[in-house]
């Protein structure tokens, strides 16, 4: 943050506290509103989070501490934060376009229309999956349900009180947060499992009401639920991430993952299923549709931007690095199997990592890490009850702001693309907003009432994200080389994390035409040729001249 970071920031973007920020230049109290730095930290780092460094790293360690660590350590510092960096400086020299948008501005018109497909089909499958994830959370933890949803009028009343100026936040922060986490204690008392209703499973009934709920969230001012309810789960993370990082010297697992495990029974091929499958924690293309959709319209000075887009993300690849210790040695301290036997040490893990079926599905991955890190917390004095509603409802809430995040940046997308198509009623805040959760709703139903339809397109999901880095990376590079700048530094990852991407779809690929998974199938083709084409594209107007963007190095 302090080296190559300050170097990004002064040498390279060369971000300069004199330059006007959207936020002051077109607030509208709704999405543009002038935000401290710490508050608006809060929401991009919760944002970004969600429940990928969580699940990813979960499933990455099979193949072994050593190789997920390594990627996690220069993927975050020199191609995860440069990305997220990159994407939010970017967007604020466009007056808070998202990337779609802007690469129209900056490339051509066609590259912008191509990116668009590819972001909405990213989104959707976000909005869709990160739904019945904190579906299948609230059916496997009861007991963090009431705490989730007592954190939205927390929050409304923090952001109430913070507007109306002359308080203290710190002291403000600190009520919310002591609320917070009695409402854990009062959810672990009161637990609140869901019947099934009219036929519905109890993961389809939530997911009707999280996508209700994301509806409502993403048309509101980010001032009256987003921020606060942000900012109040960033400082629940730094109280879990301080209790875990506590726990590790204080129980001092012994780390039983293998070092290195690079063909496990059943698994994919490491390379390069390493680089898709632990996205979050290094890099992500979601990011970028964060940074230009919500944080660039809200950043108060150019300066915050290293602060919120490069300090974010090597915080998140920190929470990456503590879950594959709770994975990895948390574990191992007391795990129970499906027969009620309790295993520890190398059997813990084996049995839990043996295979690569033995660790599939959403619940098993995130049951390794509530457990583990439930394991490292209860040496502490808390209970062990208590530890696994405490990390239940860290990994729901991250989900949820990721949910109502992913729904906002639909509808900027839908918006963006109605005005370029002239539909001017479609681009209304309502209107695209409800278009974006009656697709993902149809994608969660798609195969039954359970809400898991998404899942079909699960195998998806890293490459198509990882596809997302790639392409933000090459229009940040070309903008940078119009402005006469550094370009290397965003070229050069864009290529890596390309090829590693091109490489995990096309095996993808294979195995979803093997499997007969039609909606994937179709939907992978079309990204692996947008890909292509693209990335051909983006290369080719490297080697040439300015594009059509007229923004200016210093300024939107």
Same mark, same amino acid.
């Given at each position: 943050?302090?080296? !190559?970071?300050? !170097? ?8 300069? &506290? ?13 999405? !543009? ?41 220069? =993927? ?88 109306? *100026? ?7 922060? &600190? ?6 986490? =009695? ?11 869901? $019947? ?71 698994? $994919? ?23 230009? =959709? ?34 990895? *040695? *948390? ?38 890490f509530v457990v583990g890190a439930a394991n490292m917390i209860s040496s502490l004095g ?127 690929? =294979? ?40 923004? $200016?190095?210093?300024?939107?």
């Amino acid at each position: 943050y302090n080296t !190559y970071g300050r !170097y990004l920031s002064q040498k390279v973007f060369g971000l300069d &506290a004199g330059n006007r920020t959207p936020s002051h230049e077109l607030a509208d109290g709704v999405d !543009y509103v002038p935000t401290k730095k710490q508050v608006i930290f809060g929401h991009h780092f919760t944002s970004i989070a969600g429940t990928g460094p969580i699940v990813g790293p979960a499933i990455g360690i099979i193949w072994g501490w050593v190789p997920a660590l390594l990627w996690i350590f220069i =993927g975050s510092i020199f191609m995860g934060a440069v990305h997220d960096f990159g994407a939010l400086v970017i967007s604020l020299r466009h007056k808070g376009h998202t990337m779609a948008e802007i690469t129209g501005m900056v490339m051509n018109r066609r590259m912008k229309i191509m990116f668009f497909i590819i972001v909405f089909l990213a989104l959707l499958i976000v909005i869709a999956i990160f739904g019945l994830v904190i579906a299948v959370i609230f059916h496997m933890y009861p007991a963090a349900v009431l705490p989730v949803w007592l954190q939205i009028p927390i929050a409304i009343v923090m952001g109430r009180v913070i507007l109306k *100026g002359n308080v203290n936040l710190t002291k403000v922060t &600190a009520v919310a947060v002591a609320a917070m986490y =009695g409402s854990i204690a009062l959810g672990y008392n009161v637990p609140l499992p869901m $019947p099934e209703i009219a036929g519905i499973p109890a993961t389809g009934v939530w997911t009707i009401l999280l996508l209700v709920y994301a509806y409502i969230a993403s048309t509101l001012s980010v001032t009256t639920l987003l921020q606060p309810r942000d900012f109040i789960n960033a400082w629940q993370l730094m109280v879990a991430m301080a209790l875990l990082v506590l726990g590790v010297f204080v129980a001092a697992p012994t780390m039983v993952a293998p070092a290195f495990n690079l063909s496990p029974d059943g698994a $994919p091929p490491w390379m390069p299923f390493l680089f898709i499958t632990i996205a979050c924690g290094a890099i992500s293309g979601f990011h970028c549709l964060v940074s230009s =959709g919500t944080s660039s319209k809200q950043v108060e000075t150019e300066p915050d931007a290293r602060f919120v887009g490069y300090g974010s993300m090597l915080t998140e690849g920190f929470l990456a690095t503590i879950v594959l210790i709770a994975c990895g *040695g *948390g574990l191992a301290m007391a795990y129970t199997t499906a027969d009620g036997e309790v295993l520890t040490g190398s059997a813990a893990f084996a049995t839990h990592y043996g295979s690569w079926m033995a660790s599939s599905g959403l619940a098993s991955k995130v049951a390794a890490f509530v457990v583990g890190a439930a394991n490292m917390i209860s040496s502490l004095g808390m209970p062990q009850e208590i530890a696994i509603v405490l990390m239940g409802v860290f990994v729901a809430s991250f989900a949820g702001t990721t949910l109502d995040t992913a729904t906002r940046l639909q509808r900027y997308v839908i918006s963006e693309l109605a005005a370029d198509l002239r539909t001017e009623a479609l681009g209304r805040r309502h209107p695209a907003t409800l278009l974006a959760v009656v697709t993902a709703a149809g994608l969660a139903f798609y195969n039954g009432a359970g809400g898991k339809g998404a899942l079909l397109l699960w195998p998806l999901f890293g490459s198509m994200n990882q596809l997302l880095a790639g392409l933000a990376l090459i229009v940040v590079s070309y903008w940078l080389k119009q402005q006469g700048r550094n370009y290397v530094v965003t070229l050069l990852p864009s290529l890596i994390i390309l090829v590693f991407t091109s490489w995990a779809l096309t095996h993808t690929l =294979g195995s979803l035409y093997d499997s007969g998974n039609l909606p994937s199938l179709v939907i992978g083709c079309i990204a692996l040729v947008l890909q292509v084409w693209l990335t051909i594209e983006g290369l080719a107007l490297m080697l040439q001249g300015r594009g059509e963007d007229t923004a $200016p190095a210093t300024g939107g």
